[in-house]
């Protein structure tokens, strides 16, 4: 699939081929637009994974958000899931493989309400010394087999219905089939057409001798679009193993998302990525509401367990989510940091750290040098004088020295 920067890429070439004629400038606009267009229907997209949308005529819908719930206490599995849906058909039919009989009401919608609530990621203020990528001075940023074919009929058999009920604006039929045809040859007498790769996508699930949930969605004002967020549908069936159908999910043309809440006796998990990235688990807690929608489906199955996975690639999915329990019950819930820089009365505490380092260390370096200029020096050291030789004193002319003159030469 194309990306946004080749579709730019393409529309930039064509204008600089053309754009200076005026039909080519109208060209240009025209492929522009759809470039555009192109790179918005290659945006991921949530994964219907617990059925399939058939939207009546040539129509077309989209499946915008699906939230589901899949409770299990061991016997039973119940799954309540919650669509939002856009485009411009009237009227559509929603189908969903489940592995036993199935029951089929109306849920409540502010169990999703109460979900969002507790698996809301916390905020929490990180406060950081140095500074980062969109502080000052650094303002450069932004501040995750199918069997061998079985051996058809000749005849298709019809397909039989258990069961037909009106609820709010669906119109459900609980349904059993020996082969895919035969579920197209019901969906075609009721006024849908199934596609053929849906056919064939079926086929796993009728050598498994799986049921199916059809739904048959109609607003509630005649000739309107189906759009917004529908009322939640509750199913409750028994099942060996919880599991949630994600085959028909490999249909999509678009990377697909999946956001699955598990409430059961102990932390759970799926068993393999069935083709797509990584299961994360974005929540995992016991249940502390004690009144409300979320305590009602929880009682007996105490610890909820949100799990999110991306599938890049919708036709490499392999099966179902099958859910195991984890190794461990540890409690998990999502932390966005906010990361702030460490400030004191508004200057970034860095800052007055450096400058007051440099001032500290200028004032010990002048302190220094003016102790050494005012320590006395002392005076160099005396060289002692030496002692003066004595010189015998002249003789005066005129005085007599007694016993010279009397002495005789000899």
């Known amino acids: 699939m194309v990306g946004m920067e080749g579709l730019r890429a393409m529309a930039d070439l064509l204008r600089n081929r053309v754009g200076r004629r005026p039909r080519g400038r109208a060209l240009t606009v025209a492929l522009t637009l759809l470039a555009l267009q192109l790179g918005q229907l290659a945006a991921p997209a949530w994964a219907c994974g617990c059925g399939a949308m ?9 499946v ?3 939230e589901s719930v899949v409770r299990w206490d061991g016997e039973r599995e119940q799954v309540v899931m919650q669509l939002t849906v856009g485009g411009d058909a009237e009227r559509a039919a929603w189908i969903m493989p489940v592995p036993r009989r199935a029951t089929v009401r109306l849920g409540d919608p502010e169990l999703f309400d109460e979900l969002h609530d507790v698996t809301a990621p916390v905020h929490r203020e990180r406060r950081h010394f140095w500074p980062q990528d969109g502080d000052w001075p650094l303002l450069t940023g932004d501040g995750t087999a199918a069997g061998p074919p079985p051996p058809w009929a000749d005849e298709r058999p019809p397909v039989g219905v258990v069961g037909r009920q009106r609820l709010g604006p669906f119109d459900v039929a609980r349904l059993t089939a020996t082969d895919p045809g035969a579920l197209d040859d019901w969906l075609d007498s009721n006024g849908f057409a199934l596609p053929p790769r849906l056919d064939g996508a079926l086929r796993p699930y009728v050598l498994k001798r799986w049921e199916y949930v059809a739904v048959k969605l109609t607003p509630q004002t005649a000739g309107a679009p189906l759009t917004g967020t529908l009322a939640p549908l509750h199913l409750t069936f028994k099942a060996d193993e919880p599991v949630y159908p994600m085959r028909l999910s490999r249909l999509a043309d678009t990377p697909q998302s999946l956001g699955l809440y598990v409430l059961a006796e102990h932390r759970m998990e799926p068993a393999s990525r069935i083709g797509g990235e990584r299961p994360r688990v974005t929540y995992a ?6 009144t409300g929608p979320l305590a009602d489906l929880a009682a007996g199955t105490p610890f909820l ?9 919708p036709e490499r999915i392999s099966g ?3 859910l195991r329990r984890a190794p461990s019950d540890a409690p998990f819930q999502q932390v966005i940091y906010e990361n702030r820089l460490r400030t004191v009365a508004g200057i970034p505490a860095w800052l007055l750290t450096v400058t007051g380092g440099l001032a500290l260390a200028v004032a010990t370096a002048t302190a220094s040098a003016v102790r050494r200029s005012r320590r006395p020096q002392s005076p160099p050291p005396l060289t002692p004088t030496p002692p003066a030789t004595p010189q015998p004193p002249a003789p005066t002319a005129g005085i007599d020295h007694p016993g010279i003159a009397d002495r005789e030469p000899g």
Do not use: C, L, S
């Open 54 to 62: 058939v939207p009546g005529d040539t129509r077309r819908m989209t």
């Open 285 to 290: 807690g016991r249940v502390k509401a004690k």
């Open 305 to 313: 367990t949100a799990i999110g996975q991306e599938f890049p690639r």
């Open 320 to 322: 179902d989510h099958v």
């Open 64 to 66: 915008g958000r699906e």
